[in-house]
């Protein structure tokens, strides 16, 4: 294989992991974006962000109205998290829920 098709091969292949969707539930244990319980159980819990970052898109509410979980890409849930540590909380576009309703 030359340099050039593995290059190509590359490219080809990072486009497809950036169209990747999964749950936002998915990314956070994907990317390890969790804590454990202080309790003896250890129970794993999503991070902050995570959680500010799922009421802030209307991720429950999507899977309330949809009746399924959001697929959400990685650079949109990695935005999302970020969105929440910005002032004034601003959702980002491609994580938000369609669902969700401007209070406005």
């Not at 969790?34 to 309790?39: I, M, P």
């Not at 129970?43 to 009421?55: F, T």
């Amino acid at each position: 294989m030359t340099s050039e098709e593995t290059t190509k091969k590359k490219k080809k292949s990072a486009k497809v992991e950036s169209a990747t969707t999964k749950t936002p539930e998915l990314w956070c244990y994907e990317l390890k974006r969790f804590s454990f319980g202080r309790r003896p159980e250890r129970k794993m819990m999503p991070h902050w962000q995570h959680s500010a970052a799922a009421a802030l898109h209307g991720w429950a509410h999507h899977a309330h109205e949809a009746n399924e979980l959001i697929q959400i890409t990685k650079s949109a849930y990695l935005a999302a998290l970020e969105a929440v540590e910005r002032s004034p909380l601003t959702p980002h576009a491609d994580a938000v829920s369609p669902y969700l309703k401007s209070k406005g």
